[in-house]
């Protein structure tokens, strides 16, 4: 529901989580009202709204499991989304794949990564990916997860997708900004065979 002044909107529903989605939608929800724009119309609109590619999309979601791909890639942005997906799935055991992007941004942003992180239940992390940028000595993957207690694991996105295979798990996220989304079909595919 939502409250402007006075005036009641409510039977509302978004098929995404997370409070910046809620604010969006709210923002949208006034702005379209004072144009004019019938209730039941802005309903409607509201429930058939999928989202924009990668930023909380549904690559899967049926009684069994459900997969979201996102492209955060810095902690802030992963923080929105593991809090969305809490938000929608606080009793699944959430599984996320992240791919880290840019040395230099690992480096600078390792224990806001960390905190962060720790909120999934398992976290795999991939080799970071570089961009625009040559390594830096010492900064991998495996050095950011030597800094997380435990749930973590490195792997090659061949490792990880055999592994998912294996597990099967009912809530699989994936983000980061490098090439990750490639791996989003295959995953589908493993997580859908029988």
């Known amino acids: 529901d939502v409250c402007m002044g006075d005036e009641l909107l409510s039977d509302l ?26 209730d039941e119309l802005i309903r409607e609109a509201l429930a058939a709204f999928k989202g924009v590619k ?31 997906v ?22 600078d942003q390792a224990a806001g990564f960390v905190e962060v992180l720790s909120k999934a239940d398992e976290v795999i992390l991939l080799p970071i990916y570089p961009a625009r940028e040559l390594p830096i000595p010492g ?3 495996e050095w950011l997860a030597s800094k997380m207690k435990d749930k973590v694991s490195v792997m090659s996105k061949e490792e990880m ?24 079909e295959p995953l589908k595919n493993c997580l859908l065979a029988s």
């Open 13 to 38: 529903k978004l098929n995404m989580g997370g409070l910046h989605n809620i604010e969006n939608a709210v923002a949208a929800i006034v702005a379209v009202r004072q144009l004019g724009i019938d």
């Open 54 to 84: 990668r930023r909380f999309e549904y690559i899967l979601k049926n009684d069994d499991m459900v997969m979201i791909d996102d492209y955060a890639h810095h902690p802030e942005e992963l923080n929105a989304l593991i809090s969305g």
């Open 161 to 184: 997708v055999d592994y998912i295979k294996s597990i099967k798990p009912a809530l699989l996220i994936t983000a980061g900004a490098g090439d990750i989304d490639k791996m989003v």
């Open 86 to 107: 809490r938000s929608l799935y606080p009793d699944e055991k959430m599984v996320l794949v992240f791919q880290p992007h840019l040395y230099s941004r690992t480096q």
């Open 139 to 141: 900064i991998t993957s």
